[in-house]
């Protein structure tokens, strides 16, 4: 840790899409927050920072203090600054919005304040008095980073295994560059291990490298945050043609290296989800000259947020609502899709069909759940490949937790920062409870 | 349309907006800019023997983002020879006849007074004003507020000025005093015309909490300087309250003190001013600030139905009472209009850590609740509130009838119960 990341990556093209507040403009804007008591901002945020004092810090030039108020609550503030859907969370609860006035631009301040945090090197947070008690971690994404932090702070061992050579999931891999880029991803992990004490063993995947029963022979407990797997495939004819990719795999080459659209001049996005979304937006600022997204449902009702595809709209993007693709055509490589409108149960009407000439289609419609890794344990349930945990995230098997998007089946970053800080609690209270794992080398370790 | 001629006594001008004795009525060329701007007439920078100042002269105080919201300084009178400045009053009364120029001066001996009155009339002067109000720099040299805080230096000097001008004598007070009353009538037994008040605040605006050393800094050092500006207004307000409703006193007044706009103005007026001098708004944002200041003036006299301006002089002095002279049966308690309301609960913060703890959070809603029986009508909430209209203070009938605290020590009237006493 860290990986180097390849020189040339496709999402260096992107240039911040919120430009950062200049110091002045983050003293003016914080001084219009109205302090408001029990606030609906906190309440709306999942970390519950204290919003209303933060911000009261920026306006009166203590940025060190608005920091330290917002990574006490979220780790990964500085993330949540950026790829936060503030709209739908914080800024969109906001009561100015009520007098009709514009919203505290919070995500906005919550950026100014990480990232002079990060630029200056302040460091807020010191590792507990040792527990002797040690805790795995499965997966290095926003989930397990938040729960090794907070475990750090409690005195507990800390090991996170991940798969990939890098940490930070889907921070890393699959937020839209316009929002945040990789090097920030892994520059926001490596500013939180540097707590200390937290061992990563990257290219190795639990259940295949390690036994999922090995690690409570070393570990007391174990915070499980593998978030999803890969696209789910569309199952259609013509799906192996060159040309046809999942979405959450094409946003990882884009971010990771070379996007591969030096030919591609149509491209279809098939889904109506946030992945869509942010696949139609990175393909049009890539310069593909055609992008429609294809959707089974009317506008009103796609998964996606409405403020994203009205940007998505604003950049060129077209829609087809109440369509679904029901093949891949070309010789080879793909030519074109063919399509079909759909009956209010979302199926194929026949006789409507009509395609659209693309030399790419991503699949947008789903990723794989991997809870069911976890289905061999006694006292773990996984029900539509969700592991089921309660609002510690505890499991039911002892000194076994879950969060992120492995258990709540896809959300955003701040959620699995909150829900790996509660599961970050709960162990620790399991432990000193004289729980978890019954971990095997106690006496011998 | 509203005649917003004013008299001030016996000096007349074409509206009641005067520049302040100040960086703004330093010179000929501003003051003639300012009247060409509108205004209606100018308080000359205080003549006297002149003086050098010091860099830096001004210090201001921002609050909640609002820049210059106080401002003080510690400048002196007039840095520039006392006869330019003659002949520029002479060349600006030549351009602008019927725009009053009131010279302000400061000197020390008799003799002084009587040259330097003879010299400002022979130039032109409309009327005279009488420095006795700078709290820094001048007072240590014996002039300034060193006069007007002793009534009897104030009586004595006014009585010269008097004996020796052609045109009315206005008296500057100074507000570094525990009761303006008898600072006024010392003025008024001297025979001045009317007064002008406030002079500044003795202040220490800020501290530089890098260096360690308070502001405005000259060098590793600084002194105490004069308060002006928005955040003044309400003790200017006072001031010119308590002398207008004096019995005996009814000199006219000329207000000074944080007047930024017509608003501002009608304020002033309404407690006895029947014209204002400012000058930190001008220092802010330059003469042009007159426009509105005239305009709404206007548009207030129209919509109140005032034919002229000293028919609004003094309309709220009556009703500026002693604290044992209010009503105590009088009933208020706070409404919150639950359609208005935006849910920040700034009220409930207010009235729990601030006030009498009868707002209150409801389940399900962010519209708090006000519990009547427990609000003492403070009016706390509705100050805080930023949703318009949101919360009213609503008189509640209970049955008392009006009673002072006078009345209740002297025959016992009945008072209400006390509410909010948990």
């Known amino acids: 840790m860290p990986a180097e990341l390849p020189a040339v990556r496709s999402e260096a093209a992107f240039e911040d899409y919120k430009l950062p507040l200049s110091p002045a403009q983050a ?7 109205l302090f408001c008591h029990d606030a609906p901002c906190v309440t709306a945020c999942p970390t519950h920072i204290d919003i209303p004092q933060f911000i009261r810090k920026i306006a009166n030039g203590n940025d060190r203090g608005a920091a330290r108020t917002i990574l006490e609550s979220n780790i990964l503030g500085m993330s949540c600054a950026r790829v936060c859907p503030v709209e739908v969370l914080c800024v969109g609860a906001c009561v100015y919005n009520d007098l009709e006035e514009p919203p505290i631009q919070i995500g906005k301040l919550q950026r100014h304040a990480t990232d002079r945090a990060f630029e200056e090197g302040w460091r807020f947070f010191e590792a507990g008095a040792p527990t002797g008690r040690r805790v795995a971690l499965v997966g290095g994404g926003p989930a397990s980073l938040a729960a090794a932090h907070e475990l750090r702070r409690l005195g507990h ?3 996170i295994f991940e798969r990939r050579g890098f940490l930070g999931g889907l921070n890393t891999t699959g937020i839209a560059p316009h929002k945040m880029k990789a090097d920030r991803s892994l520059t926001e992990a490596e500013w939180v291990l540097g707590i200390g004490g937290i061992e990563v063993r990257t290219g190795a995947e639990v259940g295949r490298d390690v036994p999922l029963a090995d690690l409570e022979c070393e570990f007391d407990a174990v915070f499980v945050g593998i978030g999803l797997g890969a696209d789910t495939r569309a199952a259609l004819p013509g799906e192996e043609l060159r040309g046809v990719q999942g979405a959450v795999a094409w946003i990882e080459r884009m971010k990771l290296g070379d996007a591969g659209l030096a030919d591609v001049r149509s491209a ?9 979304l942010d696949a139609v937006r990175e393909l049009l600022a890539l310069g593909v000259p055609q992008v429609t997204m294809l959707y089974r ?4 009702v796609m998964g996606g947020y409405a403020h994203e595809w009205a940007a998505a709209k604003d950049a060129g993007a077209r829609a087809e609502w109440r369509a679904v693709a029901v093949a891949f055509e070309g010789a080879g490589a793909l030519e074109r899709v063919r399509c079909a409108r759909t009956d209010e149960a979302r199926k194929p009407i026949p006789g409507t069909e009509f395609t659209i000439a693309a030399d790419l289609a991503l699949v947008a419609i789903g990723q794989a759940k991997l809870g069911v890794a976890l289905a061999g344990l006694a006292g773990i349930r996984v029900e539509g490949g969700v592991v089921r945990v309660d609002a510690d995230g505890f499991t039911g098997r002892p000194g076994w ?7 709540n089946g896809g959300k955003e970053v701040v959620n699995a920062a909150a829900e790996g800080m509660a599961a970050a609690r709960a162990i620790d209270r399991e432990l000193a409870a004289g729980g978890g794992t019954g971990r095997k080398d106690k006496n011998g370790a | 349309m509203p005649d917003l001629s004013t008299d001030t006594g016996g000096i007349r001008s074409p509206n009641p907006f005067w520049l302040a004795s100040a960086p703004p009525a330093n010179s000929g060329a501003q003051i003639q800019r300012a009247f060409d701007a509108g205004w209606g007439g100018a308080v000359w920078k205080t003549l006297g023997t002149p003086i050098q100042n010091v860099s830096s002269r001004f210090g201001g105080h921002t609050i909640g983002g609002a820049r210059g919201a106080g401002f003080n300084n510690i400048e002196l009178i007039t840095d520039r020879p006392v006869e330019v400045n003659l002949r520029e009053i002479a060349e600006t009364k030549k351009r602008w006849p019927h725009n009053p120029i009131i010279v302000s001066l400061m000197v020390e001996t008799r003799e002084e007074w009587r040259e330097i009155i003879k010299r400002s009339t022979d130039a032109g002067a409309d009327g005279l004003e009488l420095n006795f109000g700078c709290p820094h720099g001048m007072c240590e040299r014996g002039m300034g507020s060193a006069v007007g805080q002793e009534p009897a230096v104030n009586e004595r000097i006014t009585s010269w000025a008097c004996e020796f001008s052609t045109v009315p004598v206005l008296v500057k007070l100074t507000p570094n005093v525990s009761d303006i009353v008898p600072h006024g009538m010392a003025a008024k037994r001297g025979g001045a015309h009317g007064v002008s008040l406030i002079n500044t605040i003795k202040s220490i605006i800020s ?22 500006g928005a955040a003044v207004k309400p003790i200017a307000l006072h001031m010119v309250a308590a002398l207008a409703r004096e019995p005996g006193f009814g000199l006219p007044i000329s207000g000074i003190g944080g007047v930024r706009n017509w608003r501002d103005a009608v304020e002033f007026m309404l407690l006895g001013s029947s014209t204002v001098q400012v000058c930190t708004e001008v220092m802010l944002r330059g003469y042009r600030v007159v426009e509105d200041m ?3 003036l206007e548009e207030y006299m129209r919509a109140k139905g005032f034919a002229r301006v000293h028919d609004m002089v003094g309309k709220a002095v009556p009703a500026f009472s002693e604290w044992g002279d209010l009503d105590m049966n009088y009933e208020t308690v706070a409404r919150i209009d639950a359609e208005k309301c935006i849910g920040c609960q700034l009220c409930v913060a207010a009235c729990h850590d601030g006030a009498h703890q009868c707002i209150h959070p409801q389940e399900g809603s962010r519209v708090p609740r006000v519990d009547e029986s427990e609000c003492v009508g403070c009016n706390l909430c509705q100050i805080v509130c930023p949703a318009p209209g949101c919360i009213t203070m609503e008189r509640v009938e209970n049955g008392y009838r009006p009673a002072t605290w006078n009345d209740h020590v002297s025959h016992g009237a009945a008072l209400r119960p006390k ?3 948990h």
């Open chain 1, 268 to 276: 279809v996005v098939i889904g109506g989800g946030n992945t869509a």
């Open chain 2, 294 to 296: 005239r305009d709404g």
């Open chain 1, 297 to 300: 449902g009317s506008e009103d």
């Open chain 1, 27 to 33: 003293v003016v804007e914080a001084g219009r927050c």
């Open chain 1, 401 to 407: 937790y879950a969060g992120g998007d492995c258990a």
């Open chain 2, 207 to 228: 501290v530089d909490i890098d260096r360690f050393v308070p502001e405005p800094r000259v060098g590793g050092l600084s002194t105490n300087g004069g308060y002006c």
């Open chain 2, 419 to 421: 509410k909010g006493a």
């Open chain 1, 157 to 159: 061992a800390c090991t």
